[in-house]
């Protein structure tokens, strides 16, 4: 026998209601934003502007920001904070789509947020005849 609609509506409600509250489970936990904004439009489809040195981006794992970038004849050198380092193969795409065009490297480092003396570092490395590359390393103490 069927059940009643009232109860196949709170049935539903019930299913959704647990199911965003295991989604809401996963997500990583939120650090003060020490003053840097969410990115705007301009800095997303401008990675080496003064915009993208002054926000934070989005990735799988959490944010991200770019801390630096110079450029060294035809290689880029970019060092990046991430709330997850295994994002950084991620946002090197980003920049390899953005300029590979102008260099044919590009170096991005990437720490964490709130990295010390001892925590891991990943590089990832893209040069135009080798494609990508990734290195893990040590942070040294200061």
Same mark, same amino acid.
């Given at each position: 026998?069927?059940?009643?609609?009232?109860?196949?509506?709170?049935?539903?409600?019930?299913? !959704?209601?647990?199911?965003?509250?295991?989604?809401?489970?996963?997500?990583?936990? !939120?650090?003060?934003?020490?003053?840097?904004?969410?990115?705007?439009?301009?800095?997303?489809?401008? !990675?080496?502007?003064?915009?993208?040195?002054?926000?934070?981006?989005?990735?799988?794992?959490?944010?991200?920001?770019?801390?630096?970038?110079?450029?060294?004849?035809?290689?880029?050198? @970019?060092? @990046?904070?991430?709330?997850?380092?295994?994002?950084?193969?991620?946002?090197?795409?980003?920049?390899?789509?953005?300029?590979?065009?102008?260099?044919?490297?590009?170096?991005?480092?990437?720490?964490?947020?709130?990295?010390?003396?001892?925590?891991?570092?990943?590089?990832?490395?893209?040069?135009?005849?080798?494609?990508?590359?990734?290195?893990?390393?040590?942070?040294?103490?200061?």
């Amino acid at each position: 026998m069927p059940l009643p609609r009232a109860t196949q509506r709170l049935t539903m409600l019930t299913l !959704l209601v647990s199911g965003a509250a295991a989604c809401a489970g996963r997500r990583p936990p !939120l650090l003060p934003d020490i003053g840097v904004t969410p990115c705007p439009a301009s800095a997303v489809h401008d !990675l080496l502007s003064v915009d993208a040195l002054q926000c934070w981006f989005i990735a799988p794992h959490g944010r991200w920001r770019t801390l630096s970038h110079e450029s060294h004849y035809a290689v880029l050198v @970019v060092e @990046v904070e991430a709330a997850d380092v295994r994002d950084a193969d991620g946002i090197a795409r980003r920049f390899v789509e953005a300029a590979r065009g102008t260099f044919s490297e590009i170096l991005l480092y990437v720490q964490h947020e709130t990295a010390g003396a001892g925590d891991a570092i990943r590089r990832v490395r893209w040069t135009s005849s080798r494609g990508f590359e990734s290195l893990d390393f040590t942070a040294a103490p200061r």
